[in-house]
């Protein structure tokens, strides 16, 4: 009966977690002292668009030009130990509307 039991315990499944990953989609993250953005995030990587510098040339006819490239995509691992720029660290709960209004 004790090994029933024990292998009863082996055979549940484990809940699901509820945030599995550590990036999450719209974070802005800096990589090699780049800004980038996380447009999709899965099991086992996450997919970046890192800015590109602006481009600055003159032409044969001395005409200045300054474009900015697209966007690069990036493929990281969605666990990444990356700076993450737009989350703030100890963020406060919301106070409850009893504790904000003075009776």
Known sequence: MNTNAQQQV??????????PFRLRVNDWVRIESKLGRVIRVTESAAVVLVKRPVREFTTLFN???????PPA?????????????????????RASRRERSPK
């Open 10 to 19: 082996l055979l549940t499944p484990k809940p699901p977690l509820r945030h």
């Open 63 to 69: 005409k200045h030009v300054r474009f900015r490239p």
């Open 73 to 93: 995509i990036v493929r990281i691992s969605a666990n990444a130990e990356c700076e993450i720029l737009n989350r703030s660290v100890g963020r406060k709960k």
